[in-house]
């Protein structure tokens, strides 16, 4: 739009940087946590088992892997039920570190890694309808108040997992949903695990790690084959790569500083946390939200989408079925959330342009 009566519409766009302090060494950890969308009512659907799913959850590792190998500058993630955080380095640049640019790709990318990898997860089952997922950025001033988040986020896995055992155990055995909700109300820690034991014979701490202490992978460097050279013995090289792991306490000391890719790139934990103090958590809840009596427009952009036409052989300059697709998902959109009531879209021919003016270039310079 260089030169145009609509050139003050960017003004409109808002300047979101995650603040990057290096010169005071006082970096701003960027971590992004995506949750699932109204997943009680999806996991209903496609008949999630209660109270975990194992198969969910292995895809949900599985897509978030798939996010560590997309996005090299995320080292860290943990999740659990339907929700992933995930850390970039303390020197990221990604994006300008722009907010909005950095969690819409995260949230997109991992959305289409799940309908991809489906499949391969249920392969009896089918995908009902759409998932999605919400995001937020949570800035993190220091390697400490990053240590705080994951505690909480871990002790918040332990809490909810121990509950939704309880109360599914409770009405697997004919309790109503309100004589479950009833009986654990205001029940401690230690009331829960010796009712899982002397009323179903579950010693909680035996459960699967999976269910109890969340997920969390982190990028190291691994050996592996490349090639075989001419005698056919393989030659290996050293490749990060993201790692599965499972942890009683993965904000503690010791797990942080025995992985010296963390601590590099995000900085090591100086002593041990106990239970978060109630400010930081107020502070990691904090909503950035817009301003009312205004019009909201959201704007959707393909990331590396030449690439992504190149790989599946749209015609150009336009493809009528990829046309036709992009209409299709913005006529769900307006389905789906009630109050857009409009949408617009057009090809992407940017690069095409680029590329045009590049060919016109080196066409001119031959002449000369």
Known sequence: MANSKYEYVKSFELEDEVMLLIQLNLPNLILVRIDGRDFSRFSQVHEFEKPNDEAALNLLNSCSAAVLGEFPDIIFAYGYSDEYSFVFKKTSRFYQRRASKILSLVASFFAAVYVTKWKEFFPQRKLEYTPSFTSKVVSCASPEVLQAYLAWRQQDCHANNQYETCFWMLVKSGMTISEAQELLKDTQKQQ????????????????????????????????????????????????????????????????????????????????????????????????????????????????????????????????????????????????????????????????????ENRGEEEEQSVGR
Not at 299 to 324: M, T, W, Y
Not at 338 to 350: P, Q
Request: net charge positive; charged share 30%.
């Open 192 to 355: 829960k695990n010796e009712l899982l034991f002397h009323k179903f014979g579950i010693n909680y701490k035996t459960l699967p790690e999976l269910f109890r202490q969340g997920s969390c992978l982190f990028k190291k460097k691994v050996e592996e084959t490349v090639k075989h050279d001419e005698n056919g013995n393989p030659v290996k090289r050293l490749r990060r790569k993201a790692v599965l792991v499972h942890s009683e306490n993965i904000a503690a000391r010791s797990f942080w500083n025995e992985h010296p890719s963390l601590y590099n790139d995000l900085g090591h934990f100086s002593k041990d946390i106990g239970r978060v103090e109630p400010d930081f958590v107020r502070s990691f809840q904090f909503e950035n939200k817009l301003l009312p009596l205004t019009w909201v427009v959201v704007r959707i952009d393909g990331s590396h989408f030449h690439r992504f036409s190149d790989v599946h052989e749209f015609e150009k300059p336009n493809d009528e079925q990829a046309l036709k697709l992009m209409n299709s998902c913005a006529v769900a959109v307006l389905q789906e959330f009630e109050d857009i009531h409009f949408g617009y879209g057009r090809v992407y021919v940017r690069k095409r342009r680029e590329r």
